[in-house]
């Protein structure tokens, strides 16, 4: 299962744009990217396909999946989620069953020590065998069923730490 991690695709200047819209959006508690609605602790915000093109980031995203290993047809849509975590929120290894999943890292800034990082596991759950840190701007694009969690950010950091998530349905891979 292939995970494949992008830098320095998205100008700062639209990675400010994205971060505006992201803070205006209208949140909701509960568990938007999951079926599981028994953990209500998580603030997410769902975005239309229009909604997540006018982020610009749906360009961006298209623009990768031609070179992606996981050949993706980033046209069909499922859902699209923002997802808001605070410091010392609580979270537990999930995987997405059929879809692929481009992860954008929102905040502008992100230090180290922070933490939040994103933490993909082996199908037992004992080991993470790859990390992708949070960078601001940074595209991480996984196959869903790969077991992953988010590594609980830092009270040194912000207060806030967003991302999105576009998903897309696997049965839409390209041949090759």
């Known amino acids: 299962m292939k995970i ?6 998205v100008p700062y200047i639209q ?4 971060y505006g819209y992201v803070k205006k959006s209208n949140y909701r508690i509960g568990w938007g ?13 769902s975005y239309t396909l229009d909604e997540f093109k006018e ?5 961006v995203f298209k623009k990768l999946s031609p070179l992606s290993e996981l050949k993706p047809n980033v046209d069909n849509f499922e859902r699209c989620i923002v997802n808001l975590s605070k410091c010392g929120d609580y979270y537990f290894s999930h995987a997405h069953k059929n879809e692929i ?14 933490a939040g990082e994103t933490l993909f596991y082996n199908d037992d759950l004992k080991d993470a065998h790859t990390v992708s840190s949070f960078v601001p ?15 609980p950010q830092s009270t ?3 207060d806030y730490r967003f991302t999105i998530s576009y998903f897309i349905r696997k049965e839409t891979y390209e041949s090759e």
């Open 15 to 18: 990675q400010q744009d994205i």
């Open 55 to 59: 982020t610009g980031l749906y360009d």
């Open 156 to 158: 040194y950091g912000p």
């Open 101 to 114: 999943v481009f992860l954008y890292y929102v905040n502008l800034e992100w230090k180290d020590g922070y």
């Open 137 to 151: 701007g940074r595209i991480t694009i996984f196959d869903g069923e790969i077991p992953h969690t988010i590594r």
């Open 33 to 45: 990217d999951r079926e599981d609605e028994s953990y209500v602790d998580c603030i997410y915000s």
């Open 4 to 9: 494949e991690i992008y830098d320095n695709q």
